[in-house]
């Protein structure tokens, strides 16, 4: 079981851009949650997806967007780039939504992005 | 007031010693508690969870809530050096995860 995995690893853009980062979810789990962790911070909730839909959605802007894909794969893509959108992205999967959901949150290793 | 506050540390102990990290919450609607321990440049890795008050263990690690108290705790017994990291308390709210900033710990051989 490869749990979950993301990609890039890092990945530094300038500021006005646009970025995707791509998210697989543990085998078995349909549900997928996007979390961003500034330095020395703890994660904050950016939105979850499941059935290909946006179910919930944390304070960020419209320019935070995410889709979900029927094998569960997901994006999450930022627009109009910002110096304090540099963070570590992380991607977390977990099995059925509201069937314990929140404490079976598996997370993957983070995409780390850099705006200059 | 944040929903989840958590003392950053850093924290530095003794190899073999009882480590204690808590957080507070403001939010009495939180029903489940969970603890994270994320290692440098990885994601959180989730130790253990619990939505009752009371103790809960698993090995060296004891999770404890007070909700009356709005209090969680997490001891590690015997602690290595490789329990050095960061560990995030988080509560859940309508399927959100709510994280503290995370507490760093050090263990000293």
């Known amino acids: 079981d490869a749990g979950v995995t993301q990609s890039p690893t890092h990945l530094i853009k300038t500021r006005g851009q646009q970025v995707t980062l791509r998210c697989s979810p543990k085998?078995?789990?349909?549900?997928v949650s996007w979390y961003q962790q500034a330095l020395g911070q703890g994660p904050q909730f950016i939105f979850q997806?499941?059935?290909?839909?946006?179910?919930q959605r944390g304070n960020f802007p419209d320019r935070f967007s995410g889709h979900q894909f029927p094998n569960y794969s997901s994006e999450l893509n930022v627009n109009a780039l910002l110096l304090g959108d540099s963070a570590l992205y992380l991607c977390?999967?977990?099995?059925?939504?509201?069937?314990?959901?929140?404490?079976?949150?598996?997370f993957g290793p983070g995409t780390r992005l850099l705006v200059l | 007031q944040k929903e989840v506050e958590q003392d950053p540390g850093p924290l530095s102990v003794p190899e073999g010693a009882i480590v204690s990290l808590n957080c507070t919450y403001s939010n009495s609607a939180f029903q489940y508690f969970m603890w994270y321990r994320q290692y440098s440049r990885k994601g959180p890795e989730l130790l253990m969870y619990t939505y009752s008050s009371g103790n809960k263990e698993d090995g060296r690690f004891t999770a404890q809530v007070d909700k009356s108290s709005k209090y969680i705790s997490l001891f590690i017994r015997d602690s290595q050096p490789s329990d050095s990291a960061t560990y995030l308390c988080?509560?859940?709210?309508?399927?959100?995860?709510?994280f503290g900033k995370g507490t760093r710990l050090h263990i000293l051989p």
């Open positions: 988080a509560m859940n709210r309508d399927d959100k995860i709510i």
């Open positions: 997806y499941y059935e290909e839909e946006e179910r």
């Open positions: 085998s078995g789990h349909d549900t």
């Open positions: 977390a999967s977990s099995p059925r939504a509201g069937a314990g959901l929140s404490e079976t949150q598996y």
